[in-house]
């Protein structure tokens, strides 16, 4: 929790914000704010703590708003707020949608005169998802949001317990390696079931409905009597996402004819993206490389953030 010791207000963009007593937050953002609007950046925020020690740097106070932020805080561990975490700022709620952003293409007038800015650092950009009213000495809630995955692995042999899952643990690994340094609290529950189509349903339908963002499976994906993990995933689908595993499947049959057999498959499920990969620890490799560099997209397409 922190507090609020200034909101600042303008008509225009790159520039610097002033204090106002108390602002109005509708659902397009603050009132009489130049960044209000139907976007995902309507409220930006700072922590004084880095304003004043910019000051020491510059070598001449700023007053609130001298970066152009909305909100003006105190006390609030920016370094603990990730991406679709809640603030309640008084008595509105705001969805984090963006951490860190470039100046505008000349520079404000902060970086104009000191060559550099905290904003792309430092500053948050928020939606409202409550309208209300906020004042300076209001006190800031932070609410986390956690983003969830869920890894399954299918296997009859290893359910048995004739050897060690090691695939499902790998997607682990890399999921944890590839968002330990990025702006999202990452939640990993794993299960291990055997080459049956209706657990399969039932665990998928269940993390759906308890808005699980992330479902990765391994296993499954081959020609064989058991293998009925696409089957299950594409009759759950609302959109399939067929680019990411047929480039994969070509990158990689280009030298592995194997690898054109898969029959691995994405899409989305209501909110949640699911992907089904090979049980090979090799190909999990291979198509994990992959999944991760558009992950955070999706995510934010899929939560309706414009963020180009």
Not at 135 to 149: E, I, T, Y
Not at 201 to 214: G, L, N, P, T
Request: some cysteine; glycine content about 10%.
């Amino acid at each position: 929790m922190g507090r609020i010791i200034s909101l600042n207000v303008s008509n225009q963009k790159g520039t610097a914000k002033q204090a106002v007593s108390d602002v109005t937050i509708s659902a397009t953002g603050i009132a009489g704010d130049v960044h209000a609007g139907n976007w995902h950046r309507q409220i930006s925020l700072l922590p004084n703590e880095r304003i004043r020690a910019f000051e020491a740097e510059l070598g001449r106070p700023l007053t609130p708003g001298a970066f152009g932020e909305n909100v003006t805080t105190e006390e609030l561990d920016f370094s603990t707020i990730a991406i679709g975490d809640t603030l309640m700022l008084g008595s509105a709620a705001v969805e984090v949608t963006q951490i860190g952003k470039t100046c505008h293409d000349n520079g404000c007038a902060i970086f104009a005169e000191a060559g550099k800015c905290i904003m792309p650092t430092y500053g948050l950009f928020c939606r409202v998802l409550t309208p209300g009213i906020a004042k300076p000495g209001d006190s800031v809630f932070h609410v986390s949001r956690p983003l969830k995955a869920l890894v399954i692995t299918l296997s009859d042999r290893a359910s048995r317990g004739d050897f060690a899952d090691r695939s499902g643990p790998l997607i682990v690994e890399m999921l944890n390696a590839h968002f330990v340094n990025t702006p999202w609290h990452l939640q990993v529950e794993t299960v291990l079931i055997g080459d049956d189509a209706t657990e399969l349903r039932y665990k998928i339908i269940d993390a759906v409905a308890r808005h699980v963002d992330i479902i990765i499976t391994t296993g499954g994906t081959g020609i064989g009597k058991r293998d009925i993990t696409p089957e299950t995933l594409i009759s759950l689908f609302h959109k399939e996402i067929p680019g990411i595993m047929d480039f994969i499947r070509m990158k990689h049959g280009a030298t592995l004819p194997q690898a054109l057999i898969s029959r691995s498959v994405a899409g989305v499920i209501d909110e949640t993206q699911v992907y089904a990969l090979p049980g090979s620890i090799n190909a999990v490799r291979e198509y994990m490389d992959e999944i991760l560099r558009v992950l955070e997209h999706n995510l934010l397409m899929i939560w309706g953030i414009d963020a180009h």
